[in-house]
Structures are given as structure tokens and as C-alpha cells.
């Protein structure tokens, strides 16, 4: 069984940076590729990015491709995301979840088994 918490929202002015982390309690964090996952209020959980648990391959939603940066560092069992040049629409619930396989099956979040309770990141315009 694998535990997430999140940890790093706050508020920040558009044009800012955060940084999310996600830390992993269990065994076997690196067989685990990892997602990071968003919800406003009002719309569906939507996906944000993806990372192998090699830490090899990534993939990011094209909304925010080139502004975050999703990583690992599997010897501190914990997930990061880098979030730069905010914009008021990154505002919502960020969550890390974990796929039960070390490729990742895809973005949709039925791929993905475990779930932490999320952290709110709010951007002011």
C-alpha cells in the first residue's frame, strides 16, 4: 500500500513560481510512475503531468508544457512539481497519484491507484 501526502500550495501572483511536493510512504516508490493531477471548482479532475518511474520519461498537458516541471527523486521517495510563470487558471487542487506500473499507462487518472488528499494552489491576477 502506498501513501501520498502534497505539501508547497499557497498563493502567488501571476508570474510566480511554486514548487508541489508529493512524499511516498511504502515500498517500491521507483516501480511506480507518478502523476500529478488538478481540479478547480466546477470542472473535472484534469491531468497535468506524468513521469516513468525511472524518472525517464516525462509528459505534460499542453496548457502547461514548458512552464512546469514534473521529477522525482526516488532515493527521498518523493514526487516535485516545479511551477513557473503562473497564470490565474493554474488556480485549483493539485493532487499526486501513483500508477501501478513503472511505465505509466497513460494520463487519464482511472490509470492511476493511489491518490493524495491534494493541496490547494491559488494564483492572484
Known amino acids: 500500500q502506498v501513501q501520498l501526502v502534497e505539501s508547497g500550495g499557497g498563493l502567488v501572483q501571476a508570474g510566480g513560481s511554486l514548487r508541489l511536493s508529493c512524499a511516498a510512504s511504502g515500498r517500491g516508490f521507483s516501480s511506480y510512475a507518478m502523476g500529478w493531477f488538478r481540479q478547480a471548482p466546477g470542472k473535472e479532475r484534469e491531468f497535468v503531468a506524468r513521469?516513468?518511474?525511472?524518472?525517464?520519461?516525462?509528459n505534460y498537458a499542453d496548457s502547461v508544457k514548458g512552464r512546469f516541471t514534473i521529477s522525482r527523486d526516488n532515493a527521498k521517495n518523493t514526487l516535485y512539481l516545479q511551477m513557473n510563470n503562473m497564470k490565474p487558471e493554474d488556480t485549483a487542487v493539485y493532487y499526486c497519484?501513483?500508477?501501478?506500473?513503472?511505465w505509466g499507462r497513460g494520463s487519464s487518472p482511472k490509470w492511476f491507484v493511489y491518490w493524495g488528499q491534494g493541496t490547494q494552489v491559488t494564483i492572484s491576477s
Open positions: 513521469i516513468s518511474g525511472s524518472g525517464g520519461s516525462t
Open positions: 497519484a501513483g500508477d501501478s506500473t513503472a
